[in-house]
């Protein structure tokens, strides 16, 4: 169930006093905000996730998820970002927390937002780059971890419509560099 302006109805209380959230339209606010007795203002932002596309010899590495949501179907190492760390750090810290294996991040493929009309959303970020050291470890998060052809990846069974949508994007990208090449 959510709020008039499609807030979580979860977000009861103010975080900083406690006092009860009402939806109030504000004179210095655009939209409708929750708001406390007291005049904290919670805004609901979206989750900040970073992913990593590593790529070697043409092939690129998917994991399969071991956890929810989406357990059993095929991402690239990534999670939630830290609000101590940089972008780059985390696509770093996932990919070794994920798959044991640490990387070298050569760039941006792209942003993805994700609206969730239950919940604050997400907005994906994601990196390319390279292995550069490690071994191979499965993890509580990992069922799998595999190098994909280009021409093989599991179009059918990826876990997200981000994971598609970078993959596309990383694929296009390949191609320009290749051409100049």
Not at 50 to 73: F, H, Q, S, T, W
Request: with cysteine; glycine share 10%; hydrophobic share 35%.
């Amino acid at each position: 169930m959510t709020t008039e302006q499609g807030y979580p109805l979860r977000y009861g209380f103010c975080p900083t006093c406690g006092e009860a959230l009402s939806e109030l339209q504000l004179p210095t606010e655009e939209r409708p905000r929750l708001v406390c007795p007291r005049g904290h203002i919670l805004y609901i932002n979206p989750k900040i996730v970073v992913g990593a596309i590593l790529e070697d010899a043409g092939n690129v590495l998917l994991v399969k998820r071991g956890i929810e949501p989406r357990i059993g179907y095929w991402t690239f190492p990534g999670g939630f970002m830290e609000v101590d760390e940089t972008v780059e750090e985390c696509a770093i810290r996932e990919t070794i927390e994920e798959t044991g294996l640490r990387a070298k991040i050569d760039g941006l493929v792209g942003m993805y937002s994700r609206p969730v009309p239950d919940g604050p959303g997400i907005l994906s970020i994601v990196l390319r780059g390279r292995v550069v050291g490690g071994e191979p470890t499965l993890t509580r998060e990992v069922q799998e971890q595999r190098w994909f052809p280009a021409g093989a990846i599991p179009w059918d069974d990826l876990a997200y419509d981000t994971t598609h949508a970078a993959l596309k994007d990383w694929l296009q990208q390949r191609a320009m560099i290749t051409s100049r090449e």
